[in-house]
T-cell receptor, first 116, second 112 residues
Framework: GAVVSQHPSRVICKSGTSVKIECRSL??????MFWYRQFPKKSLMLMAT?????????EQGVEKDKFLINHASLTLSTLTVTSAHPEDSSFYIC????????????FGQGTRLTVV | SQQGEEDPQALSIQEGENATMNCSYK?????LQWYRQNSGRGLVHLIL?????REKHSGRLRVTLDTSKKSSSLLITASRAADTASYFC????????????FGTGTQLKVEL
């Protein structure tokens, strides 16, 4: 299957700082990327959908000014957690789908964010 | 809100036994997919079943779909310790956005 690389896998940051997480599709063009948040032993909560070259669509209850998403190219989307707070500590996962691909989604390895 | 509810939430079996997980959903779907997640890792796609299909096989996996009951099941036969993971169903309602909505997941533990 297609490969999606997410970086970093783990990050620890101080409260008030910003953290950027990258999601890259390595061998296909990802027209749509999705960002999820997952709490321990819980399901994935969709945060936003990003389409290349356009603004992300955020799910209800997700602060777009806090979780900045940029999908500048067909192979890269970034999630920036701004003014990080300990309650932002979580596991963040991206997934990607290619053009015309209405089947499976390909997931990154996830990023464990800890805000201290 | 979560589209899918899975049961059981946790399942512990012995190696060699079969494991069955169920998923129920609420709205019409284009297809339903099952994913596996090892602890602290991303998700791996296992199998996709379309709304006009009733059963699908892939290796030791068997998936059924009953659109009248809005439910699906995943059967793993002859389980192995390496099958220990969390399993999620995800529904694709089609239309714009290509969003997947994930179920609550089943944590499977296969003991030697």
């Amino acid at each position: 299957g297609a490969v999606v690389s997410q970086h970093p896998s783990r990050v620890i940051c101080k409260s008030g700082t910003s953290v950027k997480i990258e999601c890259r599709s390595l061998d296909f063009q990802a027209t749509t990327m999705f960002w999820y948040r997952q709490f321990p032993k819980k399901s994935l909560m969709l945060m936003a959908t990003s389409n290349e070259g356009s603004k992300a669509t955020y799910e209800q209850g997700v602060e777009k000014d806090k979780f900045l998403i940029n999908h500048a190219s067909l192979t890269l989307s970034t999630l920036t957690v701004t003014s990080a707070h300990p309650e932002d500590s979580s596991f963040y996962i991206c997934s990607a789908r290619g053009r015309g691909n209405f089947g499976e989604a390909f997931f990154g390895q996830g990023t464990r964010l800890t805000v201290v | 809100s979560q589209q899918g509810e899975e049961d059981p939430q946790a399942l512990s079996i012995q190696e060699g036994e079969n494991a069955t997980m169920n998923c129920s959903y609420k709205t019409s779907i284009n297809n339903l997919q099952w994913y596996r997640q090892n602890s602290g890792r991303g998700l791996v796609h296992l199998i996709l079943i379309r709304s006009n299909e009733r059963e699908k096989h892939s290796g030791r996996l068997r998936v059924t779909l009953d659109t009248s009951k809005k439910s699906s099941s995943l059967l793993i036969t002859a389980s192995r310790a390496a099958d220990t993971a969390s399993y999620f169903c995800a529904t694709d309602a089609g239309g714009g956005g290509n969003k997947l909505t994930f179920g609550t997941g089943t944590q499977l533990k296969v003991e030697l």
